[in-house]
């Protein structure tokens, strides 16, 4: 995601109250319609980072609303991450009346029941003060289902876990100042093991682990938080995609019909590849269509194949398991640049690991043994060194093959302990 300009709020939606209407961005899926899903904001308000939360929720398929819950104390806030920001974020927060705060996201829920483009349920996703009020809405309103980042007082309110009837998932930060250890120990005790209920505590990170941007950002941990968030959605509001046959279309294109154009088109508007062992692909569309155009659909060898071994299917994400074969006859930029054709035949295992984003493919990480390919095509001499050749393909389906030819020790005589 990156930053956006700011934009007004899209909508207004009644006080469940009756004490007035308060705003709410609103972010439309490419589609139009999809399940909705109230983001309940982090204490700086429905700021850039909000907004871009909700653009990203609605590429997964959702109609995805930030209400502005401040709004009592002052429409309108969006603050940053300067000191003077910091201290109106925390006055905002220490002034936030959270009763109403939750009426208001039912308010906001109730909003989105009545939009045409909504189909399917309604969810519950909040971050910080979002992410408390994510766990009261899971009690308090009638949401179909609730995801909540590290929120900040969920142990003072686990008397109303037995009202959870709901799917709920929360994300735990281990170092999270403003959830110490026996508070992160109290929420664990009482609602570990409820049936709906998944808590995930993610180790050495801080709070705000997954605001992109911030100060205490880590990737890999958000990255994992994002793809349990989505499973938990889907699983109880959706969207459902068929995402294998998502793949199947995307490689039809990329290696029968070899048509770059259609090839982006079953992708999400800035999507990178990554192959692993030699670092190739594109980052974002323009130089992603340049490498599929230049450098990979039509240079892959004529009698290219590839043999399916297994494929295991997500919320998220595919992978597959493959046999990549081919003879080297052309010069195979993405795999090995700048190495002149061998005439060798090729045969390695090859694991690609697909991510989808609501309908679209997102990313390709592709993982093959480059070893196991220079052994093949007679640039690496494999005496002496831990690597294999074609017999890494050979094993991959045929498991009855010898094992451990490449430990000396397992070779020699070696006297029982």
């Known amino acids: 995601m990156t930053a956006q300009k700011t934009r007004p709020l899209s909508i207004d939606i009644a006080a469940g109250d009756g004490s007035g ?55 309108g806030v969006e603050l940053g991450a300067t000191p003077e920001d910091w201290q109106r974020a925390f006055a905002l927060y220490e002034g936030f009346d959270e009763a109403k705060g939750v ?20 969810g519950v996703l909040g971050f910080c003060l979002g992410g408390k009020l994510a766990y009261l809405a899971a009690c308090r309103t009638d949401c179909d289902v609730a995801v909540g980042y590290y929120g900040v007082g969920i142990e003072a309110a686990l008397a ?161 398991e493959l046999l990549f074969c081919f003879t080297h006859t052309t010069e195979i930029p993405w795999m090995l640049p700048g190495i002149a054709p061998t005439g060798r035949r090729v045969e390695i295992p090859l694991l690609a690991v697909v991510k989808f984003r609501g309908d679209k493919l997102c990313h390709e990480h592709i993982y093959w043994d480059q070893a196991s390919v220079l052994v093949q095509i007679g640039v690496l001499d494999p005496r002496g060194l831990p690597v294999a050749g074609v017999q890494t393909a050979r094993k991959l389906v045929d498991e009855s093959l010898p094992s451990n030819g490449l430990m000396a020790a397992w070779r020699a005589e070696v006297p029982q302990r």
Not at 31 to 36: A, E, F, R, W
Request: hydrophobic share 40%; net charge negative.
């Open 21 to 75: 209407r308060f705003g709410a961005y609103l972010a439309l899926p490419a589609s139009g319609h999809g399940p909705g899903l109230v983001i309940a904001q982090e204490i700086f308000g429905v700021n850039a980072t909000m907004r871009e939360l909700a653009d990203l929720y609605a590429e997964e398929g959702y109609v995805a609303l930030v209400p502005d819950l401040f709004w009592r104390q002052q429409p």
């Open 160 to 320: 109303e876990a037995g009202k959870i009837g709901r799917p709920l998932t929360l994300h735990i930060a281990e170092n999270d100042k403003f959830c110490p250890p026996e508070a992160r120990e109290r929420i664990l005790a009482e609602l570990r093991g409820r049936p709906g209920i998944e808590l995930h505590v993610y180790p050495a990170v801080d709070h705000a682990f997954a605001r992109r941007g911030g100060e205490h950002f880590h990737k890999p941990s958000a990255l994992l938080a994002h793809e349990r968030s989505i499973a938990t959605l889907k699983r109880a509001i959706g969207p459902q995609h068929d995402l294998s046959a998502l793949w199947d279309k995307h490689c039809e294109h990329e290696f029968v019909h070899r048509d770059v154009d259609a090839t982006m088109a079953t992708m999400v508007a800035e999507p990178y590849v990554n192959h692993i062992p030699t670092m190739t692909g594109g980052v974002g569309y323009r130089d992603l269509h340049r490498f599929y155009k230049n450098f990979f659909v039509d240079s892959n060898p004529p009698d290219t194949s590839l043999t399916p071994i297994s494929r295991t299917v997500g919320a998220t994400q595919v992978v597959d």
């Open 103 to 122: 009426e208001d996201v039912q308010a906001a829920i109730s909003a989105l029941r009545s939009r045409a483009d909504v189909r399917g349920g309604v």
